[in-house]
C-alpha cells in the first residue's frame, strides 16, 4: 500500500521568499537615479559646455585644428592684405597700424583674428567641406574681407607720430569703418617674440584706445549741450550771453581758454569759439536731468553695437552731482568719460541727418575661390535726433570750421563740419580731440574722429583731422 | 578612403551599441517575455558586439598594418578573443543558467576596454589581455568551487584574516617601481592586493548578515572595515576605503532596513570627506579643482579640464576611432578612460556605456529580489552595489559630477589586478544565477512530479 505522507517543508525546493524588501527597492532607485544622472551631465557638458571647452585657449586640440588649415586672410576694402599666412607663419604687412583690426593670432589670439577665428579656420568651399571629413589634407581657411582702408589706416598711425591716442574714420551712412586706429600699438608680427616687454609697457599697447579707452570728452561735448538745450523746454533761439571770460559756480571758477573774453555771443558762435563760460551756464540752466537725458539718448552707459570688445561710456552726473559738476560736465569735463568711438557715433548720427547704423567691420566672408560665403548686412538704421536737430547742429559745426577754432578747415576744397576739443585731465597737458564730417565726393560723407592725448595746444588733432581729410579727397577711399 | 571608412564607423559604433542596449533593456523590462524572444534579444546583441570588434579590430589593423606592432597586435588580440570565447563557451555550456545578457554587456564592456586601450597604450594592452584570461580561467575555477555547499560555511573569520593578509601583503613585499605603498611586487609580477579584497569582503559580510537582527554582526563588520581602512589610509589609498565603506554602509542598510543608517552614513561620509579635505593634502586639491579646475588649470585642475576638454571635443558622434588627441589626459588608460571613449566614439557612446553598467546593475538585482538563502542573495547585492558604487565614483569624477577619486572603470580601465577582481565578482553573480536557474528547474520537475501523482490518483 502506497504511503500518503505530506512531504515534508524542507523537501520542497524554494526560490523565491515572499517578503518584499524596502531596501531592495530603495538601492535600486538610488542606482537608477545615479546612472540617470550620469547620462544626463554628460548630455548636459555637450550641449551647455561644449562650445566653450572647444575654444579655451589651455585645449591643446586648437592648435590640431590649426594645424590643419592654411589660416584665411584678412583683406581691406580694396582687397589688400592685412594677414596672411605664408607656411607657418602669420604676416601683418602692416603691422601696428592695422593691429587694433586684425589683432595677432598664436597661442593666444586677439582682434579679428580672435573674434572670427571659427572662419578663418573653416573649410573654404563645398569641396573642401567634404575633403575636411574624409582625408587628412591641409586645407586653405576662408577669407575675411573688411572695410578698412588699409592706406588710409597707415597714413593716420603714420600721422599720429609719437602721440598716443586712436583714430576713427567711418562712412557715416553705412557705418563702414574705413580706419580704427590705436597708437601705441603692439606689431602683430612680433608680438610673441616681445611678449613680457610689450606686456609691461606702461603705455599698454595692447590697449585698443579707440573702442576700449574712456576719455574726458572736452570741448566735443558742447555739441551734446547744445542738443540738450535745443530740446530743453527753455530753449529760445535768440538767447545770447555775454563772456567775461571768467564766471564762478558755487565757488568754482570757469575760465575760457587761453584767457579769452569772448564778449556777447549766440550759441553759433559760443560753439565756434568753444566758449566755456556760456555752456557752463547752459548746463547750470537746463539742469542735471536734461544733461543725463540726452547722454542717455546718444548711448552713454551701453554697449556700442560692435565686433571687437568695447567700453561703455561714463556719465559723470548722478543723484548727488553738485553745480561744479553739472558745469564742468557741459564743458565735457568732471567726471564724465567717453570713448572715441561713441563720439565718432554720434558725429555719423549728425552727418546722417539724425539716424545711426551699427558699424560695419567685417564685409563678407569668402571662400578660398573668392564666391561669398557670408555677407554681412549694414546695421539698422536707427534714430538717435530728428533731421531738424542735425541739420542745426550741422550749421554750427560748419561755422567752427569757417570761423571758429577749426577755421584751418576753411582752405579745403570741400565743406567741413566739426568740432574741437581741449580735454584737462590727469596729466598736466591736455588732450586734444577733433570730431567732424565732410562730402568725401564718393556721395557719401565720411565722419573723422581725431584724439590725441597730451598733445598739448589746441590744434594737433584739428591738424592731423585736415591731413587724412585731404588724405581721403585725394586718393579716395 | 581608410579615412571614409573611419569617418563612417563612427556612427556604426553608436549604431551597435545603441542596438545592444534596446535588446537589453528589452529583454530585461519587459514583463512577459518568451525564452525565444529572450534568446533572439541575447542573440541580436552577440551579434552587435561581434560587429563591433570585427570593425574596431579592422580601424586598428590599418593603422598598424606594416608597422613593427603588427605581431604583437595579433597576438594580443588573439589571446583577447580566446580569453572571450573561452568565457562565452564556459558561460553558455559549462554553467548553464547564467545570465545572457550579463554575460553579453560583460563581452561589450571588456570589448571596448581592450579595443580603447590598445588604442591609448598597446603595451599596457598586452599585459592586460593575459590578466584577463587568467580572470577568466580563475572565475570558471572559482564558478565549480562556489556550487559546494561548504562555501556558505565558512566562518567569517577566514574571509576577514584573508583581506588583512592581502592589505598588509605590500609592506612584505614592497613594489619600489610603481611609487605608491599599495602595490606589490613578488619577483616581477606587481599586483594591487587591495583590488582582491573586493570579493573576499563581499563574502565575509553576507557571512556576517546570514543570522538576522545581531548588532555584533554590524560591528564586526564595522571593525574589519575600519582595520582595512586605517591601513588603506597609511597606503594612501583613499578611493577604496571609500568604496569599502560605501559597500558595508549600503549591506548594513539592507541588512538592518533602517533608513536612518542611510542618512547617517552619508553623514558620516561628508564628514570624513571633511575631516580628510583639511587634514590630507591631495584630497584638498581634487575639492578644490572639482569646484573650479579653471582655477588653477595649469596643476591641480589639469587632469579634469583636460578629460572635459575630450568630453567636448568628441561632441555626440566623437571625433571617429584614432582621430582624437585623448594623449593629453594624465592618466587616461587607466581612471580617465571614459573621456577618451568619449572623445573618439561619441557622447551618444559615452551615454550608452553608462547605460550599459545600469542594465549590469538592474540584471543583477533581479537576483536578488525574493531570493530565498540569504548568504546568497546578500551575495548579489554586495556584488551590485560594489560594481555601481565604483563606476559612478569614477565616470562621475571625470565628467566632473564628483570629486575624483582614483578607481578603476570596471572592464575597461587598464589594472590587471582590478580585471582579475572583477571577474571573480561576476563569477560569483553568474553563479547564483545558475544555481537559482537550477533550483527553479528542481520546483518545476517538483511541481510536476506532484501533479502527475495527484492525475493518476483520480
Redesign the interface.
Known amino acids: 500500500m502506497r504511503q500518503n505522507r505530506k512531504p515534508k517543508e524542507t523537501d520542497?525546493?524554494?526560490?523565491?521568499?515572499?517578503?518584499?524588501?524596502?531596501?531592495?527597492r530603495?538601492?535600486?532607485a538610488i542606482?537608477?537615479v545615479?546612472?540617470?544622472?550620469?547620462?544626463v551631465?554628460?548630455?548636459k557638458?555637450?550641449i551647455m559646455?561644449?562650445?566653450e571647452?572647444?575654444v579655451?585657449a589651455?585645449?591643446?586640440?586648437l592648435s590640431?585644428i590649426e594645424a590643419r588649415f592654411y589660416r584665411g586672410r584678412i583683406l581691406d576694402r580694396a582687397g589688400r592684405s592685412l594677414a596672411i599666412q605664408e607656411d607657418d607663419i602669420r604676416e601683418y604687412p602692416y603691422g601696428a597700424a592695422l593691429g587694433p583690426v586684425t589683432g595677432y593670432s598664436g597661442p593666444s589670439k586677439d582682434g579679428l583674428e580672435d573674434v572670427m577665428n571659427s572662419y578663418l579656420l573653416s573649410p573654404a568651399s563645398a569641396e573642401d567641406q567634404a575633403k575636411y571629413?574624409?582625408?587628412?589634407e591641409k586645407l586653405a581657411g576662408c577669407d575675411i574681407d573688411t572695410t578698412v582702408n588699409a592706406e588710409l589706416s597707415y597714413a593716420a598711425y603714420q600721422g599720429m607720430g609719437d602721440y598716443k591716442g586712436a583714430v576713427i574714420i567711418t562712412e557715416a551712412d553705412t557705418g563702414e569703418l574705413l580706419a580704427l586706429v590705436s597708437n601705441p600699438f603692439y606689431n602683430p608680427n612680433s608680438v610673441f617674440d616681445n611678449w613680457d616687454s610689450l606686456r609691461q609697457d606702461e603705455d599698454q599697447p595692447f590697449f585698443n584706445r579707440a573702442t576700449m579707452g574712456i576719455y574726458p570728452p572736452g570741448s566735443t561735448f558742447k555739441l551734446l549741450t547744445s542738443l540738450a538745450w535745443h530740446r530743453s523746454s527753455r530753449y529760445d533761439p535768440d538767447y545770447t550771453y555775454t563772456c567775461e571770460g571768467y564766471e564762478e559756480f558755487d565757488g568754482y571758477g570757469m575760465r575760457c581758454f587761453h584767457g579769452e573774453i569772448h564778449g556777447e555771443l549766440t550759441i553759433s558762435d559760443a560753439l565756434a569759439h568753444s566758449c566755456n563760460t556760456f555752456f557752463s551756464t547752459l548746463a547750470v540752466k537746463m539742469g542735471r536731468d536734461s544733461l543725463i537725458q540726452i547722454m542717455d539718448d546718444m548711448g552713454f552707459g551701453q554697449k556700442i553695437p560692435f565686433v571687437l570688445p568695447t567700453a561703455v561710456s561714463e556719465y559723470g552726473l548722478g543723484e548727488d552731482s553738485n553745480l561744479e559738476e553739472l558745469a564742468a560736465t557741459g564743458i565735457g569735463q568732471g567726471k564724465i568719460e567717453m570713448t572715441p568711438l561713441l563720439l565718432n557715433r554720434i558725429t555719423c548720427a549728425i552727418a546722417n541727418g539724425g539716424w545711426v547704423r551699427d558699424y560695419m567691420l567685417v564685409e563678407d566672408i569668402r571662400n578660398a575661390d573668392g564666391s561669398i560665403r557670408e555677407n554681412m548686412e549694414h546695421g539698422r538704421r536707427e534714430p538717435v535726433m530728428n533731421s531738424e536737430e542735425a541739420s542745426w547742429l550741422t550749421e554750427m559745426m560748419e561755422g567752427v570750421c569757417e570761423y571758429g577754432t577749426a577755421d584751418i578747415m576753411s582752405y579745403m576744397d570741400t565743406q567741413v563740419y566739426g568740432k574741437t576739443g581741449t580735454a584737462e585731465n590727469a596729466t598736466e597737458t591736455d588732450h586734444t580731440w577733433f570730431t567732424g564730417f565732410f562730402e568725401a565726393g564718393s556721395g557719401h560723407r565720411v565722419a573723422v574722429t581725431v584724439l590725441l592725448e597730451e598733445s598739448g595746444g589746441q590744434y594737433h588733432a584739428v591738424y592731423l583731422a585736415r591731413d587724412l581729410i585731404e588724405w581721403i579727397l585725394t586718393y579716395g577711399y | 578612403m581608410a579615412?571614409?571608412f573611419v569617418?563612417v564607423s563612427k556612427y556604426l559604433f553608436i549604431l551597435y551599441i545603441l542596438i545592444f542596449l534596446v535588446c537589453g533593456f528589452t529583454a530585461i523590462l519587459r514583463r512577459k517575455i518568451t525564452v525565444r524572444e529572450y534568446t533572439a534579444a541575447s542573440n541580436l546583441q552577440r551579434f552587435a558586439t561581434l560587429l563591433f570588434n570585427l570593425q574596431a579590430f579592422a580601424i586598428i589593423y590599418m593603422h598598424e598594418a606594416g608597422g613593427e606592432k603588427v605581431m604583437l597586435l595579433l597576438r594580443t588580440f588573439g589571446i583577447a578573443y580566446a580569453a572571450l570565447l573561452l568565457f562565452l563557451f564556459s558561460m553558455s555550456k559549462l554553467h548553464t543558467g547564467s545570465s545572457k545578457i550579463l554575460t553579453n554587456c560583460i563581452l561589450m564592456l571588456v570589448s571596448i576596454g581592450i579595443v580603447m586601450l590598445w588604442r591609448l597604450r598597446p603595451a599596457s594592452c598586452q599585459r592586460q589581455v593575459l590578466w584577463m584570461a587568467l580572470g577568466v580561467v580563475v572565475m570558471n575555477i572559482f564558478m565549480y568551487v562556489f556550487r559546494g555547499k561548504w562555501v556558505e560555511k565558512i566562518p567569517w573569520w577566514v574571509y576577514a584574516g584573508i583581506s588583512f593578509v592581502l592589505v598588509v601583503l605590500p609592506f612584505i613585499f614592497p613594489s619600489p617601481e610603481n611609487g605608491s605603498l599599495n602595490w606589490v611586487d613578488i619577483r616581477g609580477i606587481t599586483f594591487q592586493p587591495s583590488e582582491l579584497i573586493k570579493p573576499v569582503l563581499i563574502f565575509m559580510i553576507a557571512t556576517l548578515y546570514v543570522k538576522s537582527h545581531r548588532i555584533s554582526s554590524i560591528l564586526t563588520g564595522g571593525a574589519v572595515v575600519a582595520g582595512l581602512s586605517v591601513v588603506l589610509l597609511v597606503q594612501n589609498d583613499l578611493g577604496m576605503i571609500l568604496i569599502f565603506c560605501t559597500l558595508f554602509l549600503?549591506m548594513t542598510?539592507?541588512y538592518t532596513?533602517r533608513?536612518w543608517i542611510?542618512i547617517a552614513g552619508v553623514a558620516a561620509v561628508i564628514g570624513a570627506g571633511f575631516a580628510a579635505y583639511h587634514f590630507v593634502g591631495h584630497v584638498q586639491v581634487r575639492v578644490d579643482t572639482w569646484l573650479n579646475p579653471w582655477q588653477d588649470?595649469?596643476n591641480g585642475g589639469y587632469q579634469i579640464?583636460?578629460s572635459?576638454?575630450a568630453?567636448?571635443?568628441g561632441?555626440?558622434f566623437g571625433t571617429g576611432f584614432y582621430q582624437g588627441?585623448p594623449y593629453?589626459i594624465p592618466a587616461v588608460w587607466t581612471d580617465m578612460i571614459f573621456s577618451a571613449i568619449?572623445e573618439e566614439f561619441g557622447?551618444i557612446f559615452?551615454?550608452a556605456v553608462?547605460?550599459i553598467?545600469?542594465l549590469m546593475?538592474?540584471v543583477i538585482?533581479t537576483l536578488?529580489?525574493?531570493?530565498?538563502n540569504r548568504f546568497r542573495r546578500d551575495l548579489a547585492?554586495g556584488c551590485?552595489?560594489l560594481v555601481?558604487v565604483q563606476?559612478?565614483l569614477i565616470?562621475?569624477g571625470v565628467?566632473?559630477?564628483l570629486p575624483l577619486t582614483g578607481v578603476t572603470l570596471p572592464f575597461i580601465s587598464y589594472g590587471g589586478t582590478s580585471v582579475l577582481s572583477t571577474f571573480i565578482i561576476m563569477g560569483i553573480v553568474q553563479e547564483l544565477f545558475r544555481s537559482?536557474s537550477q533550483?527553479?528547474r528542481?520546483?518545476r520537475d517538483?511541481a510536476a512530479k506532484q501533479k502527475a501523482e495527484r492525475d493518476g490518483h483520480t
Open positions: 520542497i525546493p524554494k526560490v523565491y521568499t515572499s517578503r518584499h524588501k524596502k531596501s531592495e530603495v538601492l535600486k542606482f537608477i545615479s546612472y540617470v544622472l550620469l547620462a551631465w554628460i548630455l557638458i555637450l559646455d561644449s562650445v571647452m572647444q579655451n589651455y585645449n591643446p586640440r590640431a571629413w574624409l582625408t587628412n | 579615412s571614409l569617418k549600503l542598510y539592507d532596513q533608513e542611510l588649470i595649469e579640464a583636460q572635459l576638454f568630453i567636448s571635443a561632441r555626440f588627441m593629453y568619449c557622447g559615452g551615454f553608462v547605460m553598467y545600469l546593475a538592474i538585482f536578488v529580489n525574493r531570493y530565498e547585492m551590485s552595489i555601481s563606476t559612478c565616470i562621475g565628467i566632473k559630477l537559482r533550483t527553479e528542481q520546483v517538483y
